[in-house]
Structure formats: structure tokens, C-alpha cells
């Protein structure tokens, strides 16, 4: 295998969904074992044993949904996916009908998983890809406010992008070409607060140092990695705090008849001074822009409702 059919693998992988529903399992278990990778520099299997606390760690950060913490599927259901994954401790029979096996008998019968030894050497030969890799994952599936929590929970570097050498052997025009990180609108920003005043439709501040507006964000309300399109009606003029915790869930908003509700998420709990600035907001409504086309688009809404907003 080369580094760019692993590239295209992996490319395949996007957007998970279980039952129409955001599934990162398979991203964040991959992220684990290639940050060990990164990390360990040598060849090795991850017992499902290993792997299953981990992943449960790593989904009760990064995941809003309490629905679906599986641990099994993904660790079976690689294997499906042609990005070089094994499994061992199994025989070819039982390797058809991996997903099947209980938990009970993937840690009873130690079976591991991890790279074959092909995609292994491939990784260990340019470290770098491993960055590439890691960061294709995180693009394809998280809002970039996640990079860094990601990053410095698995031990990644961390702007991870920043540390991905230019003269690597990958290409990365024939990667950009295939992901959508080059396809936004780069007006997109600009629309965004134009349309919202340049106020923060959540909290209305708008700072400025002498005529520069600072802390001013645009963010989707559907993420744009899960198709969200550059529109006004998927945007939102935000503070980059508010912006944050609109992308992590704990901030999500619901159709009022007339308007749209903030509603902040039961588990957020804050102290000190932030504790009034985020109350502040609660069940206050979101001020809109003036031209009604330009107010979000339901849709999206129930999107980050559904799939983002922790319940
Ligand atoms: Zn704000």
C-alpha cells in the first residue's frame, strides 16, 4: 500500500453515521492507535482489552451522544474498511463474523487489532503521514475547535497542521482536491457578520480594538465537515467563546414560534465570573438579522439539536 491509497482510505471513512446518526467511533479509535504510533515509534497490536477503556474515554470527551459508546464495532468493523486493519486471535472464519463476537469473547480470546504489517511499515518509514492521517480525521470529522483538545488528549503535537512537513512524499494537492477543507466559501466570514451586525447573536458584544472587530467569529450551525454549506442561513455571528461552546454542544438553540431560544445543556456547570456571563443567556432569544431569509435555516438547527447539543 503507498501513502496515498492510505490517504484515500482513510478519505473513505468520513462521516461515520450509525442509524443517521454522527458516529466518530471508528475516527476516534483510529486517532488512539495512530498517536500510539506516533508516539511508541515501533510496531504493535492493541488488545481490545487496551482499546475499549480508551475509546470509551475518548467518546465521553468528544462525543455529545449517550446513545451509542460501542467499543466493539468499530475495533471489528475496520476491518471492512481497507485501511490496512487486523485483527488477531481469530480465525478466518470467525474474522468474517468478527462483529459478531461478544465483548466477553474478544477480551477471553485477547484478540487484538491494529495495522497490518504492510500499512505499519508504510507509517513507520514517514512519520509524517501519521500527522497527514491524523489530521485528515480530525478535519473530516470535528469543527477545528476540537483540534486542540484532541491533540493534547492523545499527545499529538499540537497545531497539529503546523507540524506536518511541506516536502513530505505525500502530495497534499491531490488530498486537498478530495476533501472539502479547500472548498469553503472565503467570504463566508464576512457575509456571516455583516448579516448579524457584527454582534455576537448569542450574547450581542462586539469588541473592537480602534476600528478592528476582535473575538468575532463565524460558525456553522451544521458543521461544515458534515456538509454544512457556506450560507448565511448555516452561519452564526459568534464570540469565540460562545462559538466554542456552540461547536462542543453545550449551547444549542430551539425554534420559538417567532425566533429561535438559547438553551444551554444540563451538565454545564461554571464558576467565578463566567458563571453569570453564561446564565445571562439562558432561554434569552437569539437576535437575529434583519432580513428574514438570512435567519437560520431550521434544518440546520435540528441538526445541531440532533446531533451536537448534549443532552
Ligand atoms: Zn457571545
New binding site residues.
Partial sequence: MVPDSLLSQFLSIRQATHKGVRAPHKPLLLLYVLSRLWIEQKYRLFAYEEIKPKLTELLNRFYQSKKNHTTKDPFTRLLTDQVGWELKGIDDFQRIYASKLSETELIDRGVAGGFDHETMKVLLDCPNLILQLAHLLLTKNFPENYFSEICQELGFPDPLKDFISADDVVSTQGLDNRTNTTKRDPNFREKVLNAYRRK??????SIRLRDTLVDMEAAHIRWHCYDGPDTIPNGLA??S???KLFDWGAISLKRDSESYRIILAFTLNSSGPMESWLEQ?RGTSLLLPHEQHHWPDPAFVEWHLDQVFEK
Fill in positions: 455576537c447573536a448569542f450574547c450581542g458584544s459568534l464570540c467563546s460562545h462559538h443567556i
